[in-house]
């Protein structure tokens, strides 16, 4: 999220900086906000990443139709088909937020017949993350 600040407010030489604002959010513990404190920057951009994985996409009215993934259509699909397509809805989900620059599929393990651990790379404005999921089909 991006404002602007005039650094300088006589007409002849008035300049306008674009500054990056901070990505405060509060601190969630256990899926419970805590009046403990807040997070900015990376630890604030692993906090929303964990929530965009957890939240499942048209199911809350409090969320945009971006927000969220759609990884709850994978079950009941064959492994095959699931691989295929968890890299691109991981991606699509996170993504949407536009503090996520790219998101790296780098490994997806069939751990039991229906379920995937899936480790990816997300590229954010504060960082890189490794994220690590288990996706049930």
Request: proline share 3%; charged share 25%.
């Amino acid at each position: 999220m991006d404002d602007y600040v005039l650094t300088d407010t006589s007409p002849e030489t008035a300049e306008v900086t674009e500054v990056t604002m901070p990505s405060l959010t509060y601190q969630v513990i256990d899926g419970h906000v805590r009046h403990v404190g807040t997070l900015d920057g990376q630890d604030a951009m692993r906090q929303a990443v964990e929530k965009i994985l957890r939240t499942e996409r048209f199911v809350w009215p409090i969320y945009s139709d971006q927000y969220g993934n759609d990884l709850m259509e994978l079950v009941g699909k064959e492994m095959p088909y699931a691989r295929a397509e968890v890299g691109r809805m991981l991606s699509e989900a996170l993504l949407a937020d536009d503090r996520v620059d790219q998101v790296i599929v780098n490994d997806i393990t069939a751990v039991e017949s229906s379920v995937m651990a899936v480790k990816a790379t997300v590229y954010t404005q504060f960082g890189k993350l490794n994220i690590e999921s288990e996706v049930t089909t």
